[in-house]
């Protein structure tokens, strides 16, 4: 069977603990968007892994982990990631493949997206000054670098020099130090003899793996709420999450996909600024904060954190064609004696089930809440069958609304403490 994992909030819901438990039943693992701007954390035993780049799926010995040309590289952060991995006992030699198609970051890119960040005081995206929003500019200006340029001394060296002379002629209206082309040229040829083993044409291998009937797991990062197109604009990142990335992420047709398991939190969250209708800014908030660990495995900030908002997962259900959830951190919830769900939301004294598409209206949407009673314990517990009848009602409200069967429920943070359904 071939799968895609894709977050049905606004990222943060928990994917890659999921893709770790469904990475079993692939052969190969592959992060189709994004780039070091997600963290991606799994618990394993008494050891947590967090990983930006590299699929989760690396973390079984058996498996092959591809990162697509929808991806976007840092080399740097990505080498720290391998030592990482490998300090851990962790070989991905031969296991892992990167698409020569995939875009660069480039030191320019970190930089100007730091500095215009800043720029927007308090109309700051929440962008986590990686570089990423910067290099899928230059991607779709057609003047990126490339994976594939790392193999060619003379064409990488041309590239850059050109893009630093244009980008050289910003940095006075910008405040910023111009930047070297020969420095940056001489880091990327050291990082290009480390990255060389893993370039592959991923396309053609993808399509060979999928023509020979191998199960393919496609995982997603960030969450549908933050997709270029059909997020909550223009607070949300430079890629799309959503089921299209994975196609133009991977080269793979539509015709590859037999599933599409959603992934949400039992509440929500979200990093950064935009309308957010559930947000808690009480003690309840904080709780939910605190007990959920809702901090960053990026940037370590705070998530702002709510009820459960169901007019956005259904939404982003809909946007994927997902055919089943997998509900993560119901245990954070264990011991709160009323718990909220949003099914609908008001408007200017009217009720609308949509998310409206201008910024503008959707923060003017006011939560209209279903309240249902709490439940003491859901931790320790691996069966369906053992969850208080308060939880199980819970769940199957969420079913019947979205009119998806919640087939995966995470009572706690390591691999082993799930339900499936």
Known sequence: MNRLVVGAQWGDEGKGKIVDILTHDADVVVRYQGGSNAGHTVCIGDETFILHLIPSGILHKDKICVIGNGVVIDPKSFLEEKKMLEDLGIDINERLLISEKAHLVMPYHREFDAVKENSLGDEKIGTTKRGIGPCYVDKHARTGVRICDMLDDDILKRKIETNVEEINKLCD?????????????????????????????????????????????????????????????????????????????????????????????????????????????????????????????????????????????????????????????????????????????????????????????????????????????????????????????????????????????????????????
């Open 173 to 421: 209206a910008y405040g910023m130090e111009k930047f070297d082309a020969g420095k940056i040229f001489e880091e990327y040829r050291q990082y290009a003899k480390e990255i060389k083993p893993y370039i592959r044409n991923t396309v053609y291998y993808l399509n060979g793996v999928f023509k020979n009937k191998k199960n393919i797991l496609l995982e997603g990062a960030q969450g549908s709420l933050l997709d270029v197109d059909f997020g909550t604009y223009p607070y949300v990142t430079s890629s799309n999450p959503t089921v299209g990335g994975a196609f133009s992420g991977t080269g793979l047709p539509y015709t590859v996909l037999d599933s599409v398991m959603g992934v949400m939190k039992a509440y929500t969250t979200r990093v950064g600024n935009g309308p957010f209708p559930s947000e808690l800014l009480d003690d309840m908030g904080e709780t939910i904060r605190q007990k959920g660990g809702e901090f960053g495995a990026t940037t370590g900030r705070p998530r702002r954190c709510g009820w459960l908002d169901l007019v956005v997962v259904k939404y982003a259900a809909m946007l994927s064609g997902m055919d089943s959830i997998a509900m993560t951190k119901i245990d954070v919830l264990d011991g709160i004696d009323e718990i909220k769900v949003c099914t609908s939301y008001e408007y200017e004294g009217r009720k609308i089930g949509f998310i409206p598409s201008q910024l503008e209206e959707f923060a003017k949407c006011k939560p209209i809440y279903k309240t249902f009673k709490g439940w003491e314990r859901t931790s320790d517990m691996y069966s369906y069958n053992e969850l208080p009848d308060s939880a199980k009602q819970y769940i199957d409200f969420i079913e019947k609304f979205l009119g998806i069967p919640v087939k995966m429920i995470s009572t706690g943070a390591k691999r082993d403490e799930v339900i499936v359904k």
